[in-house]
T-cell receptor
Framework: DAGITQSPRYKITETGRQVTLMCHQT?????MFWYRQDLGHGLRLIYY???????DKGEVPDGYVVSRSKTENFPLTLESATRSQTSVYFC?????????????FGPGTRLTVT | GENVEQHPSTLSVQEGDSAVIKCTYS??????FPWYKQELGKRPQLIID?????GEKKDQRIAVTLNKTAKHFSLHITETQPEDSAVYFC???????????FGTGTRLTIIP
């Protein structure tokens, strides 16, 4: 599990600020995903990427921006943070998407927007 | 889009008894159904999955059953142990569409 890491693990920011959450994996997995986890909603997909320079929207993409210039990194940026984006964010990766099987999750980033 | 409902939201069982968690899905085209376990403060981890061409799958004390006609699938844990205490999430997806839709989770507590 040390193959996928997230930073920072905890972040407090103010409304309106830009914040970037980092995700790094060492397995050279093609697919990477960003989820948010909120009580009562389970895990919801924000964005995913099938390969470097290929990204697509998930269920709740509004207010978020992603990029993937390198296979191993998949940063998530909140361009202007809002209180509703207070959540736990999980990054995940997999060899080949759903067909490729298991998604491996990172340890999560707890973000609080004040 | 897909909608996954999960019941119950909390479940307490005596150690050694069985636990059953049920999920229903809305999109009849969905064909992949994983279950994730999340211990307190930890990351979700896949414990078992099933594809729509299979009706049941077992892995030691854990089994998953799928009823495509009724569009529901269930997680069965037998001979429960304290380490089974966690939140369990079901999910559904369609091969070729990389979007896992998760249920809202079941908090399972094993009473010693």
């Amino acid at each position: 599990d040390a193959g996928i890491t997230q930073s920072p693990r905890y972040k407090i920011t103010e409304t309106g600020r830009q914040v970037t959450l980092m995700c790094h994996q060492t397995w050279s997995h093609s697919y990477m995903f960003w989820y948010r986890q909120d009580l009562g909603h389970g895990l919801r997909l924000i964005y995913y990427s099938a390969a470097a320079d290929i990204t697509d929207k998930g269920e709740v993409p509004d207010g978020y921006v992603v990029s993937r210039s390198k296979t191993e990194n998949f940063p998530l940026t909140l361009e202007s943070a809002t209180r509703s984006q207070t959540s736990v964010y999980f990054c995940a990766s997999s060899v080949g998407g759903i067909v490729g099987g298991e998604q491996y999750f990172g340890p999560g980033t707890r973000l609080t927007v004040t | 889009g897909e909608n996954v409902e999960q019941h119950p939201s909390t479940l307490s069982v005596q150690e050694g008894d069985s636990a059953v968690i049920k999920c229903t899905y809305s999109d009849s085209a969905s064909n992949y159904f994983p279950w994730y376990k999340q211990e307190l403060g930890k990351r979700p981890q896949l414990i078992i999955d099933i594809r729509s061409n299979v009706g049941e799958k077992k892995d030691q004390r854990i089994a998953v059953t799928l009823n495509k006609t009724a569009k529901h699938f269930s997680l069965h844990i037998t001979e429960t142990q304290p380490e089974d205490s966690a939140v369990y999430f079901c999910a559904a997806a369609l091969f070729g569409n990389e979007k896992l839709t998760f249920g809202t989770g079941t908090r399972l507590t094993i009473i010693p």
